[in-house]
């Protein structure tokens, strides 16, 4: 287990690097933003982004040290001790695990418990903390931005930075009611923090800068893409317009269509933006609800507000966080 005096030791001599996997939206930057504002030392943080939009993934980078010298580099971070994932979802999407090192820190929103995430890491060296950041953003923020939230847990396991230093940096950052609000968040992601040690301490000494690769060779070419940038309109190349990409794990709630209070009055077809309402037409020649299609649903909510019967609802897919599953 890491210790405040091990982590000083480590931050005079050497770096310490984070990294942030988030989806757009999510705050996966100002995350990093705070690390470097709560941390007493030298600190550089910096975004990568791929397609500039809401919901794509998305990484941020943190290098902090007490030798100002240690940090100066532009590069991304290719080896973190630590690791922490805004959005569960990425997981299947990214490689989070990358560059880390035997005995590095997985610090994950989700309610899964740790044989579940080794499997799906296929990894057993890694230590690993949980907790349900999106229940938490969702109960005292009113919105799915778990990024204040994460770095609670980070700090109940690093020793980088304390409670107290990270709340005088969303001070200095926020204003109004938000504050206190984070603040809330923070101190209960803290708390409900699920710390599973594997036992292998982290080696900060690692190094090994990733080899160059190219770009995955099964997207579809410039020459299939539809002009206007964002949705394919040519059905030979993808049927719809995320036909091929899993919009439903963007959300945080399912949608749930009760089929008696159903009256197909159609508003919630025409106001989804991913054609994610399922219709069939019937023998009586007309078109009527018959589900929602949850891979492609993102929870907008727009279906749920105009219903006007109620007929569809909402239910929050995180669960508890997994270590409270047993007490």
């Known amino acids: 287990m890491l210790t405040p005096e091990k982590i000083q030791n480590v931050l005079k001599k050497d770096c310490i690097n984070l990294r942030f996997h988030a989806r757009g939206g999510q705050g996966g930057v100002t995350a990093s933003n705070l690390c470097v504002e709560a941390f007493l030392g030298y600190g550089i943080?910096?975004?990568r982004f791929g397609a500039e939009r809401m919901g794509s993934p998305t990484e941020s980078y943190v290098r902090l040290s007490l030798d100002k010298d240690l940090i100066r580099t532009n590069e991304q971070v290719y080896n973190p001790q630590f690791v922490a994932i805004l959005d569960e979802t990425v997981m299947w999407e990214v490689c989070v695990t990358e560059g880390l090192p035997k005995g590095g820190w997985l610090i994950i929103n989700t309610d899964m418990g740790q044989e579940e995430i080794q499997e799906l890491i296929n990894r057993k060296d890694l230590n690993i903390a949980t907790l349900p950041a999106t229940r938490i953003a969702m109960d005292v923020l009113g919105r799915n931005i778990t990024n204040t939230i994460i770095l609670g847990a980070l700090i109940r396991i690093s020793h980088l930075f304390t409670l107290e230093q990270l709340n005088e940096a969303i001070r200095k950052r926020f204003k109004g009611t938000i504050v206190d609000k984070n603040i809330e968040a923070i101190k209960e992601g803290y708390e409900a923090t699920c710390v599973y040690d594997v036992g292998v301490d982290v080696d900060?000494?690692?190094e090994a800068k990733l080899p160059w690769t190219q770009?995955?060779?099964?997207?579809?070419?410039?020459?299939?893409?539809d002009k206007a940038g964002v949705w394919y309109t040519d059905v030979n190349v993808i049927r719809y317009g995320s036909h091929q990409v899993k919009t439903g794990s963007w959300g945080e709630y399912d949608i749930i269509w009760d089929k008696e209070k159903c009256t197909d009055c159609a508003q919630c077809w025409y106001i989804c933006p991913d054609?994610?309402?399922?219709?069939?037409?019937?023998?009586?020649?007309l078109w009527h609800m018959v589900g929602v299609d949850q891979f492609h649903c993102k929870s907008c909510l727009n279906c749920v507000n105009i219903c006007p019967v109620d007929a569809l609802s909402k239910n929050m897919k995180q669960k508890p966080g997994s270590c409270a599953l047993y007490l």
Do not use: N, S, T
Request: hydrophobic letters at 30%.
């Open 45 to 47: 943080c910096q975004p």
């Open 204 to 206: 900060f000494d690692a």
């Open 215 to 225: 770009v995955d060779p099964f997207l579809p070419g410039y020459k299939d893409l």
């Open 275 to 285: 054609f994610a309402i399922k219709r069939e037409k019937g023998d009586d020649g």
